[in-house]
């Protein structure tokens, strides 16, 4: 049931802050968007993909979003970088791939994306394209849930990682408490 759960939660949350309640983009938007994109600006490609992802505005396109996705991930932009990952995450467009998945997340979380930190969390909980290790999903709950951002996600992070911890020796959590600030101290990076 908790793996329902977090599943369900885990789908809610790949539309980023806001996204859910935005107003259609006008044609004319569209096409100013487009534009930015083909010229190679890394945050426009990120927007088109979403509007594929999501069918906003234009058909929903799974292999649009991702070549807009790769274009803009290819830059090092974390959004795009997170919505690839979801794109194997949860087999949107493509074959379920978890290591791919896991690979995007990384390389969002790595720059402070709290979806990719909870994400990875959700991975490492369910042993998804890699061993299941409870001590690294506390790790990357705790990691997203410990950002001073509003992301609405950090809040389910810490809503995971106090579940998981009722499943976990008090060694274990000290163990991914120490990992965590191993973790933010060396700024995201290298934090397995």
Request: hydrophobic share 35%; charged share 20%.
């Amino acid at each position: 049931m908790r793996a329902l759960v977090v599943i369900i939660l885990l789908a809610t949350l790949v539309l980023p802050s806001g996204q859910a309640q935005a107003s259609p983009p006008s044609d004319t938007s569209i096409a100013d968007l487009h534009t930015q994109a083909t010229q190679g600006v890394a945050e426009a490609q990120t927007n088109l993909g979403l509007l594929y992802d999501y069918g906003r505005g234009v058909p929903r396109d799974y292999t649009k979003a991702r070549e807009w996705f790769e274009k803009a991930a290819a830059q090092g932009d974390a959004e795009a970088q997170y919505n690839l990952g979801v794109l194997y995450d949860f087999e949107k467009g493509v074959p379920q791939d978890f290591s791919t998945a896991r690979h995007w997340y990384e390389q969002a979380a790595t720059q402070g994306h709290a979806g990719a930190q909870n994400n990875l969390g959700g991975l490492y909980e369910f042993g998804h394209g890699v061993k299941q290790d409870s001590v690294r999903a506390f790790m990357w709950y705790n990691v997203a849930a410990s950002l001073s951002t509003n992301d609405p996600q950090k809040d389910i992070a810490a809503e995971n990682r106090d579940e998981i911890a009722g499943d976990m020796t008090s060694a274990q959590i000290s163990e991914a408490k120490r990992l965590t600030s191993q973790c933010q101290t060396r700024q995201f990076k290298d934090c397995q």
